[in-house]
């Protein structure tokens, strides 16, 4: 990649600053988990296992500032510090899946002196990231093969590089496709109201040179009414056991669209973005975010002051109309319930 979302490098965590993307590419560095969570709340890292990611690299910078006598004592404040991280962004699984996999190998190792615990808590984080980055290179082998030739390919968000600890998810699958020499081409949605399609989407596939095209979100439909997309793959926050689907905000109408204009819509997340305890996607909780990203962009205001905003950050879009969810370990389709559970061994 000619870009690093987030690594752990000398005792710190360092993050592209992804709310000051295209304009600048600036690397933050930090060193204590408050920053980290504030990383993760104000979109510095986004992106489900990113946040993942970052939540990790914090229980172990967090681990360090922990002053204790005992083990006891020190679990305590490190459940403090996954509290803490933990009330960032409530949709994204991974978040909590990253935070719980820290405290699990703490209770592991409990038995051990604390510096060696702390070390071990370091050596998990980076393992984290690394493994993310061979589970999206195996998602996007898998959803290459899925691609045909020259095919036109509409996403969402950004669900690359930036959203992971590298090569990305739906942008796995794309550039999958892409190294495969399947002569593909990009149409990103802009994405509001972040922009994180025309922000982030279009300048990581133009630093790779992976042929993208920039499109409002409400083009899409015209788009593929008139036959200019064949495939459509996208992100997720969190996966439902029935395959309901929650993703960045404007992922339902795409698949909608698609559903109506007979275009496949795929699902790229890595197994740690199912949620199987949840029956089905009313009970994933959808975060709202403040109404200043609705009524500004990049600080300028666009609205009237004083009107009323929702601003949902994830909608959910429900299995009937996904064609498909890519994964690691291969493509599920159809009976979700059961396909899913099976994936994890259940």
């Not at 070390?119 to 984290?128: F, G, N, Q, T, Y």
């Not at 950050?313 to 396909?339: L, S």
Request: glycine letters at 8%.
């Amino acid at each position: 990649m000619s870009f690093r979302t987030i690594e752990w490098r000398d005792n710190k965590v360092i993050m592209i600053d992804q709310t000051r993307l295209p304009a600048e590419e600036v690397y933050n560095e930090y060193t204590d988990f408050k920053g980290v969570a504030e990383a993760i709340r104000g979109m510095v890292v986004r992106g489900a296992p990113a946040i993942g990611i970052a939540a990790a690299m914090g229980v172990a910078i967090g681990a360090r500032e922990i002053i204790a006598d005992s083990f006891d004592t020190f679990y305590r404040q490190l459940e403090n510090v996954c509290d803490v991280l933990g009330r960032t962004r409530p949709t994204a699984v991974n978040l909590f899946w990253g935070l719980e996999r820290m405290k699990r190998v703490a209770l592991q190792h409990k038995e051990l002196d604390l510096n060696s615990i702390r070390e071990i808590l370091k050596a998990e984080a980076i393992s984290i990231e690394a493994e993310d980055l061979a589970i999206c290179k195996e998602i996007g082998r898998h959803g290459a093969a899925l691609v045909k030739e020259g095919a036109s390919i509409l996403t969402h968000c950004n669900a690359g590089g930036l959203a992971t600890a590298g090569y990305g998810t739906a942008l796995g699958v794309i550039r999958g496709a892409h190294e495969a020499g399947k002569n593909i081409r990009v149409f990103a949605d802009e994405t509001r109201p972040w922009l994180q399609g025309a922000r982030l989407t279009a300048w990581e596939l133009m630093k790779d040179s992976i042929p993208v095209t920039l499109i409002s979100d409400n083009m899409a439909g015209w788009l593929m009414k008139s036959g200019q997309i064949d495939f459509c793959v996208v992100g997720a926050d969190r996966i439902a056991a029935n395959g309901d689907t929650a993703n960045k905000i404007g992922t339902y109408s795409v698949a909608v669209l698609a559903k109506e204009n007979r275009i496949p819509f795929y699902v790229a997340a890595p197994i740690s973005t199912l949620d199987l305890k949840l029956a089905n996607g009313d009970q994933i909780p959808i975060e709202e975010r403040s109404p200043e990203e609705v009524t500004k962009v990049q600080g300028v205001t666009i609205a009237p002051e004083g009107v009323k905003v929702r601003n949902p950050a994830f909608d959910v879009t429900p299995a009937r109309y996904i064609t498909g969810i890519i994964t690691e370990k291969g493509v599920v389709r159809g009976d979700y319930e059961r396909e899913l559970k099976a994936l994890v061994g259940l």
